[in-house]
């Protein structure tokens, strides 16, 4: 399996006062830091190695997870640094830590989908990127791609249109080469890196049907513990 780029260098506003004391990979969930939900998920599916995009109280990421080993994982670590690089940055600054092709998971996600399936549609697209989504009608944030009959048509988080009735489900598999035109510790967002590549036809879908769960949000952390009580 490819190995996995885990976003989770964000300041967390939202999420304040808890994230002012922890990053937010590490709130609580049902007894355990919601990274650990995380990591023993992409264990289950075959997934060794993952590098963690950390910023804000990275360290305490860091002191908690360590090498990984104990937890039958191969961790490494790519710090932000003084200047916020955004997703698109961090993920550009970390590629010397990555194979050829990886995956991108966005460190306040759960998503209960099958990795293997992804890379197998990854590979079949014959593409440099491919974002999972979900028909989503507005119903858990504005929808932002346009998807017919298996094919991404545009995605644009900026700008919707009245034909976008699904969202970025959280998902990613990149190769190193659509950063190319990017240079190291400039700052960008994958959002706009989307846009770009769709509108050239450069970018794949792959379309799930079990929803997301995250816990960027005091409704999103509540419905996270429902759903990973059940699992």
């Known amino acids: 399996m490819l190995p996995v780029v885990i976003l989770a260098g964000g300041l967390a506003t939202r999420m304040k006062p808890i994230?002012?004391?922890?990053?937010?990979?590490?709130?609580?969930?049902?007894?355990?830091p919601f990274i650990l939900h995380q990591l023993?998920?992409?264990?289950?599916?075959?997934?060794q190695?993952?590098?963690?995009?950390?910023?804000?109280?990275?360290?305490?990421?860091?002191?908690?997870?360590?090498d990984g080993k104990a937890l039958g994982?191969?961790?490494?670590?790519?710090?932000?640094?003084?200047?916020?690089?955004g997703t698109g940055g961090a993920i550009?600054?970390?590629?010397?830590?990555?194979?050829?092709d990886f995956f991108v998971l966005y460190g306040d996600s759960f998503l209960p989908i099958y990795y293997k399936d992804v890379e197998d549609a990854y590979v079949s697209s014959k593409k440099n990127a491919l974002i999972t989504v979900?028909?989503?009608?507005?119903?858990w944030d504005k929808s932002n791609v346009e998807f017919a009959s298996g094919t991404l048509?545009?995605?644009?988080?900026?700008h919707p249109n009245e034909r976008m009735h699904y969202i970025d489900y959280g998902l990613s598999i990149l190769n190193?080469?659509?950063?190319?035109?990017?240079?190291?510790?400039?700052s960008f967002d994958l959002s706009d890196l989307y846009h770009k590549l769709s509108l050239h036809n450069h970018l794949a879908g792959f379309e799930t049907f079990d929803r997301f769960y995250e816990i960027g949000s005091q409704n999103g952390l509540k419905e996270t513990e429902i759903y990973l009580s059940k699992v």
């Open 19 to 32: 994230t002012e004391k922890i990053p937010k990979s590490l709130i609580e969930v049902n007894g355990k």
């Open 40 to 47: 023993n998920y992409l264990k289950s599916h075959g997934i």
């Open 49 to 66: 190695n993952i590098v963690l995009c950390i910023g804000h109280l990275g360290h305490m990421i860091e002191s908690l997870i360590g």
């Open 73 to 85: 994982l191969n961790i490494q670590y790519s710090l932000d640094g003084n200047k916020l690089l």
């Open 92 to 100: 550009k600054k970390a590629l010397p830590l990555l194979s050829k």
């Open 134 to 139: 979900i028909k989503n009608n507005d119903q």
């Open 153 to 158: 048509i545009e995605y644009n988080k900026h």
């Open 176 to 186: 190193q080469s659509i950063f190319d035109a990017y240079h190291q510790n400039e």
